[in-house]
């Protein structure tokens, strides 16, 4: 278990999410996240797998059976690509612009797709 909660606390950490965001995004509350940080209780399997899916690594890298892969994105637009990479360094709030934002601009191109074929 110490193996599993030390790797999920890393795993968060890189990600630069805080624990209360990461019980938001698993549908738990802070307190049962900070209970599996802490190795003092383990989630359920449909938890673990959310966990994976959030931090974008396989039950295997989560679990510690073998070490995780550093991320591949594949956005070959060199300035999209350097936009992507500061993304992450927006607040939360900045962050849900830009996913409003992308969402919106994504939507329009596949209606007028949608619209065109």
Known sequence: MDAFSGRLRNLR????????????????????YNRWERGTALPRLDAVVKIADILQVSLDELV?????????IAVRNPK?????????????EDQQAAIVLLDS???????GRVLAG
Do not use: C, I, N, W
Request: cysteine-free.
């Open 13 to 32: 950490s890189q990600k630069g999410l805080s624990q209360v965001q990461m019980a938001d995004l698993v549908e738990t509350t802070p307190r049962v």
């Open 64 to 72: 510690g059976r073998v070490e995780p892969k550093p991320p591949q």
């Open 80 to 92: 999209l690509h350097a936009m992507y990479r500061q993304l992450d360094r927006l607040t939360p």
């Open 105 to 111: 601009l994504l939507k329009r191109s596949e209606m």
